[in-house]
Nanobody
Framework: QVQLVESGGGSVQAGGSLRLSCVAS????????MGWFRQAPGKVREGVVA????????YYADSVKGRFTVSQDNAKNTLYLQMNSLKPEDTAMYYC???????????????????WGQGTQVTVSS
C-alpha cells in the first residue's frame, strides 16, 4: 500500500525556518516525481517544488525560489523541504505528492499526481 506521511510543520515568525519531511512507503520514491504543494484557506492548491530524479530536474515556483530547497534521501525514502526566510504568505497546508512523471510543463498540475499525503500545517506570523 502506497503511503506518504508529512511532518515538520508548525508556527514560526516571519524570517524563520522550518524543514518538512515526507516519508514514502510502498514504492521507491527515487523513481517517481516527488512534489510539494500547498493550499491556503480559500485558495487553490499550488505547486511549490517538484523533483524528478530520472531526469535530474527540479522545478520551483517563482514565489519560493531562493528561499526553499528540496532534497531527497533515497535510503530513507524521504523527501525534505527546507524553508527559509518564511513570509506570512507562506502560511498554508503543505502536501507531499508523487507522480510517475513530471516535466517543466506538468510539475505543478495536481491532476498529474497519483499519491498524496495528509498534509502538515505551516503558519507564519508577522
Amino acid at each position: 500500500q502506497v503511503q506518504l506521511v508529512e511532518s515538520g510543520g508548525g508556527s514560526v515568525q516571519a524570517g524563520g525556518s522550518l524543514r518538512l519531511s515526507c516519508v514514502a512507503s510502498g514504492y521507491s520514491s527515487s523513481t517517481y516525481c516527488m512534489g510539494w504543494f500547498r493550499q491556503a484557506p480559500g485558495k487553490v492548491r499550488e505547486g511549490v517544488v517538484a523533483r524528478y530524479p530520472r531526469s535530474g530536474s527540479t522545478y520551483y515556483a517563482d514565489s519560493v525560489k531562493g528561499r526553499f530547497t528540496v532534497s531527497q534521501d533515497n535510503a530513507k525514502n524521504t523527501l525534505y523541504l527546507q524553508m527559509n526566510s518564511l513570509k506570512p504568505e507562506d502560511t498554508a497546508m503543505y502536501y507531499c505528492a508523487a507522480a510517475p512523471y513530471c516535466s517543466r510543463g506538468s510539475w505543478a498540475l495536481t491532476g498529474e499526481y497519483r499519491y498524496w499525503g495528509q498534509g502538515t500545517q505551516v503558519t507564519v506570523s508577522s
